[in-house]
């Protein structure tokens, strides 16, 4: 089996102007955040991003590197807002397609599964179908109901962080939830796992239950060790969430 160890320089080194890039884990939960910092310190602008948003989000919207965002909502959590996707929602210096947050699960899902859409009842009777006339509806070919054609949300690069993986692309997750990071792989072309340590496959095997084992290898094309690569959002049971920091960033966004 392949070694797929990389930096996370040499990870954003594929990522080029204009891109459709996924951001795995949940509000400001189990980010990515050495992959975004990667990101920030690059020259690589115009990106689509698709996320459960934290503060990945609104460091990218500070630095300039988002056209494009689709969420399903944007949160420190602990803080409810993020202040810097705020500024760039209150201001319009970014396109948005705001979405429910099942809406948004069904998009990758479809993508995942190479379908042009997937039928859902969320989004129905709301305003995003009447802030979005992009969205469809479609009746059921079985009953005439009237469900969302939720479009497929494809993704050409998907950025995830996990407590563990091998060097192959196998991943485990040891916290509560998933956060959907395996449907943010498997609806993208390329697919980049941080995690806080690199371990032998048989360790990885004996860390935890089968279900923990999130990704495998067929799902990822590079491996990124770093430890705290989650910071300052949680990596339970690694880490929680460095409350000290994220209030730090909230003010000095705000000033």
């Not at 996320?51 to 630095?63: I, K, Q, T």
Request: proline share 6%; charged share 25%.
């Amino acid at each position: 089996m392949r070694d797929k160890t990389m930096t996370a320089a040499e990870v954003v080194a594929e990522l080029a102007d204009g891109m459709t890039v996924g951001i795995g884990g949940w509000g400001s939960r189990r980010k990515p955040m050495t992959l975004v910092r990667e990101i920030l310190m690059s020259p690589v602008r115009g990106l689509t991003v698709v996320s459960y948003g934290g503060p990945d989000v609104g460091l990218l919207c500070a630095a300039g590197k988002i056209a494009k965002l689709v969420y399903g909502f944007v949160s420190l959590d602990t803080i409810p807002y993020d202040p810097w996707f705020q500024r760039a929602r209150q201001e319009g210096t970014i396109a948005v397609r705001e979405l429910d947050e099942g809406m948004l699960q069904c998009g990758l899902r479809a993508a995942a599964h190479r379908l042009p859409f997937l039928p859902i009842r969320a989004g129905l009777g709301s305003d995003v179908l009447r802030l979005d006339p992009d969205l469809k509806t479609i009746r059921s070919p079985y009953d005439d109901e009237e469900l969302v054609a939720m479009p497929a949300l494809e993704l050409d690069v998907a950025l995830i962080h996990l407590n563990r993986a091998d060097r192959h692309g196998n991943g485990q997750y040891l916290g509560p939830d998933p956060y959907f990071d395996d449907l943010f792989c498997m609806a993208a072309k390329r697919r980049f796992l941080s995690c806080e340590r690199i371990v032998d496959t048989e360790e990885l095997i004996a860390g935890g239950p089968p279900q923990s084992l999130l990704t495998n290898r067929m799902m990822v094309d590079g491996v990124v060790e770093a430890p705290g690569g989650a910071g300052f959002t949680s990596c339970v049971p690694d880490y929680e969430r460095d409350e000290q920091a994220q209030r730090a960033y909230y003010e000095a966004a705000r000033s």
